[in-house]
Every structure is written in C-alpha cells, then in structure tokens.
C-alpha cells in the first residue's frame, strides 16, 4: 500500500507562519503562488457578485419593485456606503477574534446566504408587487413584506461583502514571506494580478450579468450570482491545506482607545516640558527586562515627539501615585510613541474628510446616471441594444486605462519635472481626481441639458405616468461623465491607498485600509442624505429629482455638486498645503523609517 508524502526532517519552516493543524509551516508544502490563486479565486467570484446586483439594481426598484427614483437611487447608495463601512467590522473581527481565514469563510458563506434569498424574491410572485397594468397611471409600489425581504438579502449580502472584503487582500499577502527575496517579489506581482482579477470580475458584471439580468430575468442573474459566491467558498476552502495562517495581532483600535482613555484619566496632570521624561519604548524595555521588552522594541519603531494635540501626551505621564506593577496597563499608562502613532492616524483625518465627496460623485454612476441611460437610445444595431447599466462598462474600461497610461507615460514625465521617483505624490494623485469629478459632474449637468432639450423638442417633456419616454438622443452622451469618473477614480483610488498605507503606523495596516474604504461609504451615504434634502426640498411641484426624468431637473443636482465638489477641492488644496508627510517628517528628527509591509486591498 502507497504511503502519503512525509514532510522532510530538514524541512525548511517559518518562524511567524502556520499551518492548519498549528504546525510551523513548511516553506516548500505552503503559501506560495498555489495558495494565493485560491484566495484570487474567491475576490473574483465577490466582486462578480456585489457589482452583479449593485450596478444593475437600480433598474429593478424602479421597474420591478416600482419605487420611485430617489427611494432607489438611495436604496442603491445605502447598500454599497453599509457594504464598504462593514469592512471596519470585519477587519477588526479577523484581527481581533477569528482571524482572516475564518473570517473570508464564514462571511463568504453570509454573502451567499443574502444572494439566495435574493433570487428567490425574485421567483416567488407574492415577493414583489403585481405589474404595472396596460396604459395605467401609476404602478403599486412594493410594501409590507416584499421590501422586507429585499432589504433582508441586501444588506446580508453587504454584511457578507463587507467582511469578506476586509481580510482577502491580506490573507492573500499572508501567503508570502517578505524577509525572502523571491517571495517578496511574488507579493508584488500577486497584488498586480488581485487588481487585475477584481477588474475582470467586474467587467464580467456589468457586461454579461446585466445583459442576463434584462434579458433572461433577474431570477437567472441573480441565480448566477449566488452560484459564484458558493463556487468561489469552494475554491477557497479547497486550499485549507496549502494556506500559510498568521497569529492574531489584535486591533490597532484598541491601542487609539486605550491612548485616549489614559489621557482622559490623567487630564489634571500637565505633560511636562521635556519629553525625555515621558514614559516610551526604552522604558518598556528597563520594566520588562530581556524577553518580552526586547520584542516589543522590535516590533515598535520609535517616534520623536510632536507638539500638535499635546492632550494625548498625558497618556504617556508616569504618575508618580501608580504602582511600578501597573505600568504594563495600557489603560493607565501608554508609551510615547503608542501615543505618536494615534496622532499620525489624527492627522490623516483632515485629509480622510475631503476625500469623501468624491465617492458622493462617484455613486451618481451608479444610480442616476443608470437612470439617464434607460431613457435614452440605447441601439448599437437595429436589433441590438446596450443594457442601461452596462454603461459602467467605460467607467471600468477607463479606470484600466488610465492607470496604464499613468504608470506608462506620464510617471517617467514627472519623474523629470516634478524630481519626485514616484511621479506624482499620493496627495497629487487626489488632487487630480478630486478635479477630474468636478469636471465629470458639469459634463452631466450639460448631457442632462441636452438630453431635455431633445425630449422637449419631441414632444416628451409632458408624457404621463412615472416612467420618462425614451428620447432619441444616443446614451453615448453618456460617456464623457463615465470617463471622467473612471479617471478621476484611477487618480483618487491608488493615491488615497497609498496615502493611508504609507503614513499610518506600522502595525496599524489593516485599521488604515479600513478607514480609507469608510470614505467610499459615507461618500454613498452623503449621496444619499442629499437625495433626500434636494427630494423634499424641491417638492413634487417642480422636482429636481422625479421618477419621470423629462419632468425633473436632475442637472440641477448635478450643478450642485459640483459647486460642492469645487468647495471641497479648495478645502483640500489648504490641507494638503500643510501636510508634512511622515518620511520627512521623521527625516528631519535624523530617523530613517523603517521599511513598511506591504498592504492593497
């Protein structure tokens, strides 16, 4: 009889890495390549399935589930704001308590859950209101029950996106080992094909998912959706074996609240004049002797001491009425560079506030810009016409090729202009995209414009009913506000990342993405607050934002956000003036900064 493979006595194994049966784990028999393809596997089948319902459902409140433009565009908004702020939750789970495996697992297997309950709203008749009748006036909206339902798949569903969201990329980076030449490289390289995988995932979404969807019925295209998620848990699961597991670190949350409380506690005390005297990393290491302080030294770089929010800096008091015993309770007593690193987080918030009216201008791709589409000519053949929100297609297509063209032709010319390796620093990057959405939203102002014009010239400005008459103007109009977005997003996207990637503490990784991706959630959680003021505020008499397109004034709304947009930049610009990023920062105190992990998500 074949016996199984035994592993080498020789073998090599990794000191922070295993297996999981809780073994060390074997260089050659773990992570890697092999590894990594199966976690690719399950983002691909996530983002598939998340844009599968996000880009197209808009179409279905509106026509299936009969609500109006507004209560959709909001429905839409909530859903993705709620799947990116769960992210937070997620990431503070997997650091916390399950850790990334189980946490990409169980949420998986939530998002599946969502998606089912989903389809079969979409199956069973009493789940959705009756069609509108022939020549009616009005269509009975979904009430009771029916939007009960709907709201309960969709937002397990972003429970489960959320989550699972929260911990792929690192779970994927886990399966490499940086200290070694050759697999740190191979990070690099997985983190381009993650990108690359997310993009085809989401190209397959608006394309043929939505072509499904409007033509097959929403049953099949959200079926096909839930099969994915499930085919994707299976991939995963599949490579338990091979997967490298790293231990719990903890949430770097934990370390902000303990910091704050510490001060809060010792308000009436005063920090004293010299720095010196506060307790810090060295301190740890005299209390701890050898063993555990000399790790913890390692794994904390010291920080030089900064005047601004000199509060904090009570955290770090040594108070002479505490016990010696009590100096490890990070409750009472925090390190002083514990307490620099809640001031970097600090002050990445200004710059994390002006970020957020993007993704505001962003989620309009997703809701009313869809809405222009369905009311538009649409054939490319007489027989043949594009599915309103496979329109997103340009937006992905040039989210692509902007980063291409970036990295190809315009870093090289920064490089030479601006003397800065990187071409463009990652606050630049923002800045460019923050321009690019104003520019995006008066292009929609103008389109919106011309397309009214066109259906008042035909007669369209007054049909009855809730639905806008189609007018004979080509949705490729459409495009340039799609372009502009996409570019701005390639901008915004990669430069936010690298923003908060490369100034927040080391260690603080996992909390640092999570907070970028919360901007993408209050942006679609601003769009929806201001649907709603601009709906009641305009009334039903003269709306901006009517379920009958040809009798609002949706260039209005976009007008208006791109004065907002504008006053944001100026915010930002001021901001941005007055940042000194940490490298120069630490530079200046005659500090190297040591080299960071890296991170994407």
């Known amino acids: 009889m074949a016996k199984l ?6 073998a090599e194994t990794l000191p922070d890495a295993w297996d999981y049966k809780g073994r060390a784990a074997v260089r050659s028999s773990s992570g890697g390549w092999a590894s990594a393809a199966m976690i690719l596997g399950v983002e691909t089948c996530e983002r598939l399935t998340t844009l599968g319902i996000a880009v197209n459902l808009l179409t279905y409140l509106t026509a299936t589930m009969h609500l109006g433009n507004a209560t ?97 990329s690192g779970f994927g980076s886990d399966q490499f080992d940086e200290s070694e030449k050759e697999e740190k490289k191979q990070m690099i390289a997985f983190f381009n094909w993650f990108f690359f995988f997310i993009s085809i995932g989401a190209l397959l979404a608006v394309t043929v998912l939505v072509y499904i969807q409007d033509h097959l019925g929403r049953d099949w295209g959200y079926g096909i959706c839930a099969c994915a998620i499930l085919v994707g848990l299976l991939i995963f699961l599949s490579g338990t074996k091979r997967y490298r597991f790293k231990k719990l670190v903890g949430s770097p ?12 506690r010792k308000r009436s005390l005063d920090p004293p004049s010299d720095s010196s005297l506060l307790f810090d990393v060295d301190d740890v290491v005299a209390a701890a002797g050898d063993g555990e302080g000399q790790l913890s030294k390692k794994k904390k770089q010291k920080l030089p001491h900064s ?61 009313f810009s869809v809405s222009q589409a369905t009311t538009m000519d649409r054939h490319i053949t ?13 937006f992905v297509a040039t989210i692509l090729l902007t980063v291409a063209f970036y990295d190809r032709l315009l870093v090289p010319l920064f490089r030479k202009v601006l003397k800065n390796p990187q071409g463009l620093t990652p606050l630049q990057r923002i800045g460019v995209g923050l321009v690019l959405s104003i520019f995006a939203m008066v292009a929609a102002a103008l389109t919106e414009v011309k397309r009214l014009g066109v259906a008042r010239s035909h007669g369209l400005m007054t049909t009855s009913g809730t639905a ?45 993405t999570g907070l970028f991706l919360s901007t993408l959630s209050l942006g679609f959680f601003v769009s929806s607050i201001l649907v709603s003021i601009v709906h009641k505020v305009t009334g039903q008499k003269k709306p901006w934002l009517a379920d009958n397109l040809n009798q609002g004034k949706l260039y209005n709304f976009y007008w208006l956000l791109a004065i907002l947009s504008t006053l944001n930049l100026v915010v930002f610009l001021a901001i941005a003036r007055g940042y000194v990023y940490k490298e120069k920062r630490l530079a ?10 890296l991170a994407c998500h």
């Open 382 to 394: 007489a027989s043949f016409q594009i599915p309103a929100a496979s329109l997103t297609v340009f």
């Open 5 to 10: 493979p035994e592993t080498k006595q020789g």
């Open 588 to 597: 200046e105190e005659g500090i190297d900064l040591e080299e960071e992990e």
């Open 72 to 168: 959709s565009a909001n429905t839409v908004t909530n859903f993705l704001g709620t799947s990116f702020m769960l992210c937070l939750l997620g990431g503070f789970i997997a650091d916390t308590y399950l850790g990334r495996y189980l946490t990409i697992g169980i949420f998986a297997a939530v998002q599946a859950m969502g998606v089912a309950i989903l389809t079969v709203s979409t199956i069973i008749p009493g789940l959705r209101p009756p069609k509108c009748a022939a020549g009616g006036e009005a269509c009975i909206p979904a009430t009771g029950k029916e939007l009960m339902v709907l709201y309960a798949a969709l937002y397990l569903t972003a429970l489960g996106t959320g989550g699972l969201k929260s911990s792929v």
């Open 468 to 512: 806008a008459s189609v007018v004979p103007l080509s949705v490729f109009w459409l495009v340039p506000q799609f372009f502009l977005v996409g570019s701005g997003e390639a901008f915004t996207y990669i430069g936010q990342l690298d923003f908060f990637l490369r100034e927040c503490p080391k260690g603080m990784k996992t909390m640092s």
């Open 253 to 264: 949350l934990t370390q902000i609240a303990s910091v704050v409380v510490a001060a809060w």
């Open 307 to 367: 005047k601004e929010f000199r509060f904090l800096d009570r955290a770090a008091i040594k108070d002479p009425k505490v016990a010696i015993t009590t100096l490890s309770n990070k409750w009472q007593l925090s390190t002083l560079t514990d307490v620099e690193e809640v001031k970097l987080v600090i002050r990445m918030l200004p710059t994390w506030a002006t970020t957020i009216m993007f993704w505001t201008v962003y989620a309009q791709m997703t809701t």
